[in-house]
């Protein structure tokens, strides 16, 4: 059970926070000075609950800090207009208040455990798909390239900009069916497709869920040149030339060799061609009339086992017949082969890899258009592969590296692939013992949709490292869990301010008058306490609030006192000014849900996600008190220095955390304006 310490615990947001611990079964210590805008009154509420404890004083009195988990201060000094004209009560609570709760944590730290809690990220078993294989999360590197997918569900190749690894105990939402096997944190972020358009949910919010999600696939949209230049052969056609290389990535081999024979002539080879030859350009017949007693010979042979029989084999021939290539028919006690002699085709060979452990596809390939990578495919799965009968096809090699790349190569074409690792087999042939030396690796691909969410999926504890990566461009990657491979997400990480946009934690201050730069002040000096001593810390930066309970030199309760007073409403720059309104009780939910979901020593904005400017505000406030929407008989124009024209913050790093706001403005006025009418004391 947690302990908490608020501040400020009488006052509008802090009643709002300290009524929603004591729901959730917290101890709350409440402090507070009880100054002008404090509610006494609460205390008859919350001092019936055995878990609330309170204290009179100002926070920069406070002589100790008993044992708790978070210090939640509240206490501030939050008139505007008040600290234009004397600051100095500002810089006393919202400064050195700070300062002084600081030092009271700072000293006590030692011996006190404060809780890690955690990023929205993977499990230590999920690897990710780079293009020099998998890799956990201790082996990626910043600059290491992976497999991703655009919003228009295009297959690309992004850059790794950030690796994020950190402890974690709590719970993990495990998706696990034949399928599908993926372990994230509950806030993380799944990608998912719904009619050819990628969208995205948080983890917590599919499971259980009774809608089917899909895991999203794509296709390479690349190069689709139709011809290839081959070194020393020349340019040939893109499709035929991948399907071949297909072909011998499963079912080739190389032959070079080379033999020492006795030299007939005494000559080397230029010698030979220069001196044995007439003068119309015939050779002539020579003897020993040289030194050389010997000559190296080179034999270049590109040998394909495919049978007379096999399915394949028919267009394998046509295939290499349209390259130009002369090839033969062989059938022996070896086996019955293709092949050919080139010792320009030997080398080009050469790179898929000698021998069948390390045979391999090289990245240039990945430069083509799935509609090219098709033939590379189709003869991959002609060569070592099949279909079986519910369409997936099914390729197998001991090659790891073969592995990885086909996995990429699958992910370009759209399908979702499955790795069983079959370990070394033995087998009795004729009497004969046979040990298998390498694992072998069945890797199928499955063209059909596959569903993220079902039956299965459990909330599983995890007390380990979780990881994630920052992606270029994009925030996914494919990942790969068990032999199971899927596109999955990622997650993203007092400003003054802004006339378009919104602000993310990590913008500069930018504070428009004395009260906002005091509480920026605030910040920066938490954020130093923190790099300096190590004082843990969660920053939060709501919006404007709004509720029952608000201290009458607010826009809404000001605006209703005035006109129960028949006075007008002193309206700023023409109510211009926009604003964005959260509901206190929204902002007390936002904190909890931190608390319990967010991380340590982060910063995190609170929007109410509903704004408009301050004169429409009015025109409802008097549509609610029955003075219909005319402006003109209620309202006083006033200008006032340092007026902010609009705050908007960014909050998706927040509502990754599975929170949102649950007032609408619109629907919780009329209360409010009621509540001022029939409970308010002026």
């Known amino acids: 059970m947690k302990v908490v310490y608020i501040t400020g615990c009488l006052g509008f947001i802090g009643s709002y926070v300290t009524r929603a611990c004591l729901d959730a079964g917290w101890y709350v210590r409440g402090i507070d000075k009880c100054t002008y805008a404090a509610n006494v009154d609460l205390l008859d509420e919350f001092e019936t609950n055995p878990k609330f404890t309170f204290e009179k004083i100002d926070i920069n009195d406070i002589p100790f800090l008993y044992d708790c988990d978070y210090v939640i201060n509240l206490a501030a000094e939050s008139h505007v207009g008040n600290s234009i004209v004397r600051s100095d009560e500002f810089i006393h609570s919202n400064i050195n208040g ?355 969410n079902g039956p299965n999926d459990n909330l599983t504890p995890y007390d380990d490292t979780i990881w994630c990566l920052q992606v270029e461009d994009n925030k996914n990657f494919v990942v790969e869990r068990n032999g199971i491979f899927k596109i999955s997400g990622n997650t993203d990480e007092v400003y003054g301010d802004i006339t378009e946009g919104t602000h993310k934690e990590t913008d500069l201050l930018k504070p428009s008058n004395p009260y906002s730069a005091t509480k920026a002040a605030g910040d920066m000096l938490i954020l130093a306490w923190a790099r300096t001593y190590g004082v843990p810390y969660i920053i939060v930066r709501p919006t404007n609030n709004y509720g029952v309970g608000q201290y009458v030199e607010k826009l809404i309760p000001k605006a209703c006192k005035c006109l129960f007073l028949g006075k007008k409403i002193p309206l700023h720059n023409e109510g211009k000014p926009v604003r964005n309104w959260l509901h206190a009780a929204d902002t007390a939910q936002a904190i909890m849900r931190i608390i319990d979901f967010g991380r340590i020593n982060q910063i995190y904005n609170i929007a109410g996600h509903f704004e408009q400017a301050n004169i429409e505000t009015i025109k409802q406030i008097l549509k609610a008190m029955d003075y219909g929407d005319d402006t003109h008989h209620y309202v006083s124009q006033e200008t006032r220095k340092g007026q902010d024209v609009r705050y908007a913050v960014d909050d998706r790093k927040l509502t990754s955390l599975g929170w949102y706001p649950s007032h609408k403005f619109e629907e919780e006025l009329s209360e409010i304006v009621q509540y001022y009418r029939n409970k308010f004391i002026w």
């Open 98 to 452: 700070i300062h002084h709760l600081l030092e009271l944590i700072r000293n006590r730290r030692e011996g006190h455990n404060t809780t890690l809690l955690h990023f929205s990220c993977y499990d230590k078993e999920t690897r990710a798909l780079t293009t020099d294989g998998l890799k956990s999360f201790n082996e990626i590197r910043i600059g290491d390239t992976v497999v991703s997918i655009s919003k228009q569900g295009a297959v690309e190749f992004k850059k790794v900009l950030k690796v994020i690894t950190q402890s974690y105990i709590g719970p993990m939402v495990h998706f696990k069916n034949r399928s599908n096997d993926l372990m994230v944190t509950p806030n993380h972020r799944m990608y998912y497709q719904i009619d050819g358009n990628i969208r995205y949910k948080q983890a917590k919010d599919i499971r259980g869920n009774k809608t089917k999600y899909l895991y999203p696939r794509g296709k390479l949209q690349g190069n689709v040149d139709t011809t290839i230049l081959v070194p020393n052969i020349g340019m040939v056609d893109s499709k035929t030339l991948l399907y071949v290389c297909g072909m011998f990535i499963g079912d080739g081999f190389l032959a070079k060799q080379q033999k020492v024979v006795k030299n007939k002539t005494g000559l080397s080879r230029p010698e030979y061609l220069q001196r044995c030859r007439d003068n119309k350009g015939c050779f002539t017949s020579a003897t020993n009339i040289g030194n050389q007693t010997s000559t190296i010979c080179h034999s270049y042979r590109i040998f394909f086992d495919v049978p007379e029989n096999d399915n394949n084999r028919k267009k394998l021939e046509l295939a290499l017949t349209k390259l130009d290539i002369k090839w033969k028919a062989h059938n022996n006690k070896s086996g019955e082969h293709i092949y050919f002699a080139s010792q320009a085709w030997c080398n080009f060979f050469e790179q898929f890899g000698k021998y069948a452990k390390n045979k391999t596809i090289p990245s240039w390939m990945f430069q083509y258009d799935y509609s090219i990578l098709q033939e590379l495919y189709d003869g991959l799965i002609g060569s070592d592969g099949y279909i079986n009968p519910s369409g997936t096809g099914i390729l197998t090699t001991v090659s790891k590296s073969l592995m990885e790349q086909s996995c990429i190569l699958g992910t370009c074409l759209g399908y979702m692939m499955k790795v069983d690792k079959i370990p070394p087999q033995t087998s009795i042939y004729k009497n004969r013992t046979i040990r298998g030396n390498f694992d072998t690796y069945y890797i199928h691909f499955n063209q059909q949709d596959v569903t993220i």
